[in-house]
């Protein structure tokens, strides 16, 4: 039997664009805004008849853990990225907060130039990227499962469009979350 040779992997130079690890295990938060999850996760949505899978990435505050930004794709890529850390930069300014942690995994849409120029840009914002092979931070992986399971739950998973299903899922975040005095206002029209 003939030996299959391997190919090794060939990493883009935005790999140099990987943090330390500033988090470790310390998931708990003595102020709000301090440390901030943020994670992609699939949705299973059957719209309009057919079946589709949507990425959500979804940003955590590990103080109280509402969820205070997100947004819909369907791939996971350095733009969703990058305007989901826009959307946390957004929230925390409207508050008092010295510095805070955005701690994430080490994927490629993460590492990415434009997620890297977009930190510097807001010196009081800290990247913070778990180790390799490190199931990146618990809360935020929980959580995810967390507000999935509660929305399907509560809307189902079958929609008539996507303007439908981006409705529903701000609907239920007002809800659930502690967010009710900030309304959450996005362009939904432009995500998708």
Not at 28 to 54: M, V
Request: with cysteine; glycine share 4%.
């Amino acid at each position: 039997m003939p030996k299959i040779k391997r190919v090794a992997k060939k990493y883009t130079s935005q790999r140099g664009n990987v943090v330390p690890d500033l988090i470790k295990k310390d998931f708990k938060s003595q102020y709000n805004f301090h440390k901030i999850g943020l994670d992609g996760s699939y949705l299973d949505l059957i719209i309009n008849g057919k079946k589709t899978k949507i990425l959500g990435e979804f940003a955590y505050n590990w103080y109280n853990r509402d969820m205070i930004a997100y947004n819909f794709d369907f791939s996971e890529n350095s733009q969703v990225v990058s305007k989901t850390i826009m959307d946390i930069i957004n929230v925390v300014s409207n508050y008092k907060v010295d510095y805070s942690i955005i701690q994430m995994d080490r994927g490629t849409a993460n590492t990415s130039n434009m997620v890297k120029n977009i930190i510097e840009c807001y010196p009081n914002f800290v990247l913070s990227m778990s180790e390799a092979g490190f199931k990146h931070n618990a809360p935020t992986e929980a959580l995810n499962g967390w507000f999935k399971e509660c929305f399907f739950a509560e809307y189902g998973n079958t929609f008539v469009s996507i303007q439908e299903f981006l409705n529903k899922f701000d609907e239920f975040i007002i809800k659930r979350n502690s967010l009710q005095t900030y309304i959450y206002n996005k362009k939904r029209n432009q995500i998708i």
